[in-house]
């Protein structure tokens, strides 16, 4: 703090010796290192020369704080297996006053004003099995930082910044498209579609030779982010991308995605092993280690069909959403999107469907359900309107109630929707039914741009019963558009981990988008402009109230995306994304509060309101960095995971692939689907 020198000192009497050791390549400066002894080749005093860290390593004690800094300076606390302590006691001279306040921070006030240190926070394996670390105020100029709960021989690591980043691909385009973590080891599993012929595949992996076009691959990231436990090529001589992937306990790995390969590998017995599309969905499961298929299947029609989003339930069985073109109603030899007899809604609700095969269908909005060994579905079912309508994500409520975030341009469509709740922006009305025998469709009321839509369905209910119309359908809980008169795009949801609040991010061009939260935007919008948006919901509410509980902009002056959104259990509120405002909102203390090229990439910290960012950064090189999935650890650990064309993007110390190997053409694949290219990545923060 400018004006203010606070000074830090170890003070504990048993750490033995102590050396400095400048730590990563010079050539890839991050910052310039001052400190009060003699360092590296320098006198007392003196700057150590640009290095990416410098260590303070305490030999006899196994222990080593390590000085980072990317854009401001950070420390991190590295114990090792043979140490013995608990606890590191610092001495702080220069401050009037220091105290912990009720959330463990640690308040240091000085004459320019405070200096806040959130709690201390213990990562990786030992912070998922539950080892944690607090600040203990010793005396008036003396704190403790502390640990307990890991186990014996477990390196701890607390108050990383920055965990680890590293590029993830070969030489050709490789975008990383989701990322899902192992409950207990801090392990992250990774999945994508890549050209190149040289991903950087391990022994022993199902698939370790690329079979043309874009292949799927999907792979594990050890916790520090210094080896990939497995990596395999997944697909068939067509085109392959995987998109949603989801680990159970075992280590058990569930992928979705679309394939247009007639020799995708499928295995014996799984639901349904021919390819009928143009595109067709895919669902799969990978044994631990990444060796071997469990199942493998396809799922689609005669047209086009893509898995977007996949959730297990409590005994793994597994959810597929998506969008198809496969309609029932065009007859053979087409082969319709399959739906069980208890569907929702059994065919495409775009009234007539497909004139022929020769012209592409409307798309709906698909939910299924494979049972555990991926050979039958118990439920599936098409969700949509008279436009097109995709299902992009999906989340488990309690009971495996599905939680649906579909993309709508759908105005209505012909259904009797009894006890719907309204939504703001797009409200529910009620028609007169349909065909004779055809379900009532979903949507009735938008703003005729794309929309965001949320629904929940009871899928253990029986489906609509054509002579009791006016019963409505037992499998609708909820629904709610989120919108206002332009294009809101819609890009990731989660659920309150504790209570009943969805929470919804995406990219809106709308002036009007319902907004609570004053003075947050619109900042940029039209037709070549978007904010970021942030909404939380109340599906528990009466039908004749509005579900929002708030809703706000999040953005600058240039066009920005919020991409993926996750709820802690405080109820704060993590959004991660890409823009290209400078002055994008990050909150008071941003590791990197520097805009660093076109695109970058973002992560945000709200409070539970929606109206308070309590911390984020700019995470990126100079060309555009895409953050394409995230995910967050029971610790309030980060990831980002997406596809960059810098040169450049920021990497760690001993990260698996330090630099991108490049160079990064821009093919479009057959479907014309989201997928970014350039080189894949994996970056973990800590907030």
Wanted: proline letters at 7%.
């Amino acid at each position: 703090m400018r004006g203010a020198n606070v000074r830090y000192e170890f003070t504990d009497p048993d750490l033995g010796s102590a050396s400095w050791v400048a730590v990563g390549d010079p050539v890839i400066p991050l910052f310039r290192f001052v400190h009060g002894e003699s360092g590296p080749g320098d006198g007392p005093g003196r700057t150590v020369g640009t290095y990416s860290a410098v260590d303070r390593v305490f030999a006899d004690a196994d222990l080593r704080v390590r000085f980072v800094a990317y854009e401001a300076p950070g420390y991190e606390i590295h114990v090792g297996p043979r140490a013995t302590k608990t606890a590191l006691t610092i001495g702080v001279t220069g401050a009037i006053e220091l105290e912990i306040d009720a959330d463990g921070s640690l308040v240091v006030s000085t004459a320019q004003g405070t200096v806040r240190h959130t709690p201390p926070v213990i990562v990786g394996e030992a912070g998922e099995r539950g080892a944690r670390s607090w600040f203990e105020l010793v005396d008036a100029s003396t704190v403790r930082i502390a640990w307990a709960g890991a186990a014996p021989g477990t390196p701890v690591v607390i108050d990383p910044t920055l965990v680890y980043s590293t590029y993830l691909g070969g030489t050709s385009s490789d975008s990383v498209e989701a990322v899902a973590l192992h409950p207990t080891n801090g392990t992250a599993y990774v999945c994508g579609a890549t050209l190149s012929v040289d991903l950087p595949v391990t022994v022993g992996a199902f698939d370790v030779v690329a079979n043309g076009g874009f292949d799927a691959f999907v792979g594990a990231l050890n916790a520090s982010g210094t080896a990939l436990q497995f990596l395999t090529y997944f697909g068939g001589t067509g085109e392959d991308l995987a998109f949603d992937l989801e680990v159970d306990s075992t280590g058990a790995i569930y992928v979705g995605g679309a394939t247009s390969s007639s020799n995708f590998p499928v295995t014996v017995g799984a639901y349904s092993t021919t390819f009928t599309g143009w595109f067709d969905g895919f669902a799969a499961k990978l044994a631990p280690g990444g060796g071997s298929l469990v199942f493998s299947t396809y799922i689609g029609g005669s047209f086009s069909d893509a898995v977007f989003g996949v959730a297990l339930t409590n005994t793994n069985a597994m959810y597929v959403v998506g969008q198809t073109e496969s309609d029932r109603k065009l007859g053979p030899p087409s082969v319709p999107f399959p739906v069980t007899s208890n569907a929702y809604q059994p065919h495409l609700g775009n009234g007539s469907g497909c004139s022929d095969m020769s012209r592409l269908c409307d798309t709906d909005a698909f939910v299924a359900r494979l049972d555990p060994s991926g050979s039958s579905v118990p439920y599936s079912t098409l969700l949509g309107g008279d436009g097109s309508d995709g299902a992009k994500e999906v989340v488990l409520q309690a009971w495996n109630r599905p939680v649906l975030l579909i993309e709508t341009n759908s105005a209505g469509v012909p259904g009797a929707l009894t006890g719907s709740l309204n939504g703001w922006g797009g409200l529910f009305a009620t028609v007169p039914a349909g065909d004779p025998g055809e379900a009532p469709g979903w949507f009735t009321s938008g703003q005729l741009n794309d929309d965001t839509y949320v629904a929940i369905l009871d899928v253990s209910q029986p489906a609509f019963d054509p002579a009791n119309p006016q019963n409505g359908n037992p499998q609708r809980v909820f629904g709610c558009f989120v919108d206002g008169t332009d294009a809101d795009n819609p890009t990731g949801i989660a659920l309150e981990p504790r209570g009943t609040g969805i929470v919804v991010c995406g990219v809106t061009s709308s002036t009007d988008f319902p907004m609570t939260v004053s003075g947050s935007g619109p900042n940029c919008s039209g037709s070549t402009c978007g904010d970021g948006f942030v909404v939380k919901l109340d599906p528990s509410v009466a039908p004749a109230s509005t579900p929002f509980v708030w809703s706000r902009y999040l953005g600058g002056t240039q066009a920005d995306t919020a991409g993926g959104v996750a709820v802690d259990r405080a109820g704060q509120v993590f959004v991660v994304g890409h823009t290209a405002s400078t002055n994008f909102p990050l909150g008071p203390s941003p590791l990197d509060p520097t805009h660093n090229g076109a695109a970058d990439a973002f992560a945000i910290r709200m409070d539970a309101t929606g109206t308070t960012i309590l911390d984020g950064t700019f995470y990126g090189g100079a060309s555009d960095d895409f953050v394409l999935g995230m995910g967050l650890s029971s610790t309030n650990q980060l990831w980002l995971v997406g596809s960059t064309n810098s040169a450049n993007y920021p990497t760690s110390l001993g990260a698996f692939q330090v630099l991108g190997l490049g160079p990064f053409p821009a093919p479009t694949n057959a479907l014309g689907l989201d997928t970014t290219i350039g080189e894949g990545f994996i970056t973990s923060l800590q907030f």
